[in-house]
């Protein structure tokens, strides 16, 4: 079936640039999502990429998307400790129905 | 303010009792969802309902049961069954079935000793 995976862990420095990358089986996947999810609270939607683009920009944030190796990332320009965060890569795809597929999340730890 | 509220954050039962988790959305949404999270896993999908009487089972059904006779309430009950029911129990809701935009809501922790 399908499949969506992330490491579980990524550590990073004030001020530098976090990198999150997910992988996903899919290959009729339509939209890829970013949600975060600050600790003991719900998730967010960060930002999404149609799976006909190749990258997208919104402030802070740049998702790249290579459909060829279904590999996906987000980019976290200046990581803030405001960005400490589980981060969720997430498919919407025909073939569940429409239903979101999700990665196990990557907890983003900021060091100072 | 328009968002989905959950209640009670936190939630403890003793083994062999059924519990129902509140979920209620002022979005005007058609969708909603029902996910648990275990740590160092992804969302697992319980139940989800595209409009109101109507309901589907996710991945993880057993021992779980939804209602849905209101649009802006689907509430979840956690049965005896159901033979691991401590987890972080999160609702959600989107504007139809099929829309990867889900709004959600702060969780539930739910403890059962």
């Known amino acids: 079936g399908e499949d969506v995976e992330q490491s579980l862990f990524l550590s990073v420095r004030e001020g530098d640039s976090s990198v999150i990358n997910c992988t996903y089986t899919?290959?009729?996947?339509?939209?890829l999502y970013w949600y975060k999810q600050e600790p003991g609270a719900g998730l967010q939607l960060l930002t999404y990429?149609?799976?006909n683009m190749d990258m997208k920009q919104d402030q802070r944030l740049t998702v790249l998307l290579n459909k060829k190796d279904k590999h996906l990332s987000l980019r976290i320009a200046d990581t803030q400790t405001g960005d400490s965060a589980i981060y969720f890569c997430?498919?919407?795809?025909?073939?569940?129905?429409?239903?979101?597929?999700w990665g196990a999340g990557t907890k983003l730890i900021i060091k100072p | 303010d328009g968002g989905i509220t959950q209640s009670p954050k936190y939630l403890f039962r003793k083994e062999g009792q059924n519990v129902t988790l509140s979920c209620e959305q002022n979005?005007?949404?058609?969708?909603m969802y029902w996910y648990r999270q275990d740590p160092g896993q992804g969302l697992r999908l319980i139940y989800y309902?595209?409009?109101?009487?109507?309901?589907q089972k996710g991945d993880i059904a057993e021992g779980y049961s939804v209602s849905r006779e209101k649009k802006e309430s689907f509430p979840l009950t956690v049965t005896s069954a159901q033979k691991n029911p401590t987890a972080f129990y999160l609702c959600?809701?989107?504007?139809?079935?099929?829309?990867?935009?889900?709004?959600f809501g702060p969780g539930t922790r739910l403890t059962v000793t």
């Open positions: 959600a809701s989107s504007k139809g079935q099929g829309y990867g935009e889900q709004y």
């Open positions: 979005l005007n949404h058609d969708a």
């Open positions: 309902s595209q409009i109101v009487n109507d309901f």
């Open positions: 899919d290959s009729s996947s339509t939209y």
């Open positions: 990429i149609f799976s």
């Open positions: 997430a498919e919407r795809s025909m073939d569940s129905n429409y239903q979101l597929i």
